[in-house]
């Protein structure tokens, strides 16, 4: 796995390629035109920049590489705004220099960072930063992109899919068991679980039937704003018998696909489920950073069933602690799910491509030993995630509605865009 060193590297490796090929122009003669002195300039800075990069902690790389993609979003905006781009050109050489500068180190940074296999550490953080200031309406028109080509069509269009127990909507075929470290990973995998027609039909109506949200909300304990990098829903409630008045946002009874859906995998799985949470990537931007399953309302060792739907999509599965090394009980109280200790590298790691139809089943100490992610990848399509679960309690349902219905507007997926409105199921 690539670290931020490796991003410096290749940003140095190119600075040290046009220092060569300035040299090389420049050749081995006592006489300079206007031309060679430029040159030799530009080789001279490069050679200065390739030592402030090798030079670099990972903070300030960091931090470089922010500054560079902000540079560039700023001479983007004056492009915009000037109308003529030439004539500031003209006015403003030195401005233009600096703005391709920063595009090519940006391009640099893209290179390293979007195909690394690892994903973005703390993708929920860098979603602050990047989408803190994005005008919402704007924002689902460039979404919308996207899927209008794959998914358009009238409301009309979209047929309701059904599921029965035995029917032709699910394979047969048979559950591989993937079990690691004496069971700190437990999981059931069956690829192509649901049929190519089944889940065309259930992506269609999904994505144009459902109210979606990405949903804003403040870390607890701090000041940092997140606005989820997802589309998110959720079905459900604890069984307590609670009244309404008991949730802030009501729970949502299960659409009649969806409850079908939930038999059927409570058939398969021995286990029972009553609520489900769906998320909606768009693209590669949208992601879930590491987390874990785990919290007290869900119950000790909680069986999810996963089922990916659309684009596929790296999953990653990281130990909370080495092998060989326990990892410590979550406490009855706990907030929120465990976070892993110790060097990411020094963690055993599984790597899945979850694809259409596959079915992922996390059970046994999956979630109290492993945490997971979405990571984010320079290109990847649209992708829908259902993870059907069980609730034991009022403080579950609420923690489920708010982070996945609450905070903002609703967005329908009309007439080939992603817009603000109401109506979805």
């Not at 489920?273 to 768009?282: A, E, K, R």
Request: net charge neutral; proline share 6%.
């Amino acid at each position: 796995m690539r670290d931020l060193r490796d991003l410096m590297g290749k940003i140095t490796a190119g600075a040290s390629g046009e220092v060569e090929s300035a040299k090389g122009r420049t050749g081995a003669t006592s006489h300079s035109s206007p031309a060679n002195d430029a040159d030799l300039e530009r080789a001279l800075e490069l050679s200065e920049q390739e030592a402030r990069v090798s030079a670099m902690s990972e903070e300030e790389a960091l931090e470089a590489a922010l500054a560079a993609s902000m540079e560039q979003e700023q001479w983007q905006g004056v492009k915009l705004k000037s109308g003529t781009p030439a004539g500031y050109k003209r006015k403003h050489p030195e401005a233009i220099e600096r703005s391709e500068r920063a595009d090519g180190t940006r391009r640099k940074i893209d290179e390293a960072v979007g195909d690394a296999s690892k994903p973005l550490r703390s993708s929920d953080d860098a979603s602050a930063w990047r989408h803190g200031d994005v005008d919402p309406k704007a924002e689902l028109k460039q979404e919308s992109a996207g899927l209008a080509p794959l998914f358009g069509g009238s409301k009309s269009t979209i047929e309701v899919p059904t599921f029965s127990s035995g029917g032709p909507e699910t394979s047969d075929s048979a559950m591989t068991t993937i079990n690691k470290l004496n069971g700190s990973l437990d999981l059931l995998y069956c690829k192509g679980w649901i049929v190519p027609e089944a889940r065309r039909k259930l992506f269609r109506w999904m994505l144009n039937g459902l109210a979606w949200h990405r949903v804003v909300y403040t870390r607890p304990n701090s000041n940092i704003t997140i606005r989820t990098p997802r589309l998110t829903t959720t079905f459900g409630r604890d069984d307590t018998g609670a009244p309404d008045s008991a949730y802030p946002i009501k729970p949502r009874p299960f659409p009649k696909p969806l409850a079908e859906l939930k038999a059927l995998l409570e058939h398969l799985t021995g286990s029972y489920f009553n609520t489900v949470i769906i998320n909606l990537y768009l693209d590669g931007s949208d992601s879930i950073s590491y987390h874990s399953d785990d919290e007290a309302f869900l119950g000790s060792l909680p069986t999810i069933a996963s089922i990916s739907l659309g684009a596929t999509r790296d999953f990653f599965m990281r130990r909370k602690a080495p092998a060989g090394v326990d990892v410590p009980a979550a406490r009855a109280d706990q907030p929120s799910g465990t976070k892993g200790v110790g060097p990411a590298a020094s963690r055993p790691t599984e790597k899945f491509a979850l694809a259409d139809g596959d079915l992922l089943i996390m059970r046994g100490r999956s979630q109290a030993d492993y945490e997971h992610a979405i990571p984010k990848r320079k290109e990847a399509g649209p992708r829908i995630n259902l993870t059907f679960r069980r609730v034991t309690n009022v403080k579950g349902t609420n923690n489920f509605q708010r982070y996945n219905r609450g905070g903002v507007a609703e967005s329908r997926f009309i007439n080939g865009k992603m817009i603000e409105a109401s109506g979805g199921l």
